[in-house]
Nanobody, 114 residues
Framework: QVQLVESGGGLVQAGGSLRLSCVVS????????VGWYRQFPGKQRELVAT???????NYADSVKGRFTISRDNAKNTVSLLMNSLKPEDTAVYYC????????WGQGTQVTVSS
């Protein structure tokens, strides 16, 4: 059974930082492309950052230079370090793991106050 368990969300003031983590089980993690999406109320999920099995990264323009994605294959974990947070980053953040099938975490709320 595939499970993705996120942690690290919460409330932070604008300009602050948060680190999201996602532990993946039930897949061959080292083969997976993994990353993060976010969803604003009433909107579709949008890509935030991805990291391939080989370590190549990709970021949404809105987070480039502020967010950093990383993976630890020994711990089956993908992390998202979010710096210089803005109120417009407020959303539910979902991690995913993909290798022929997309698997999702349950989501974690990030709220940035102004």
């Amino acid at each position: 059974q595939v499970q993705l368990v996120e942690s690290g969300g919460g409330l932070v003031q604008a300009g602050g930082s948060l680190r999201l983590s996602c532990v993946v089980s039930g897949t061959t993690f080292s083969r997976d492309a993994v990353g993060w999406y976010r969803q604003f109320p009433g909107k579709q999920r949008e890509l935030v950052a991805t990291i391939s099995s080989g370590g190549s990264t990709n970021y949404a323009d809105s987070v480039k230079g502020r967010f950093t994605i990383s993976r630890d294959n020994a711990k089956n974990t993908v992390s998202l370090l979010m710096n210089s947070l803005k109120p417009e980053d407020t959303a539910v953040y979902y991690c995913y793991a993909y290798y022929s099938i997309m698997h999702w975490g349950q989501g974690t709320q990030v709220t940035v106050s102004s």
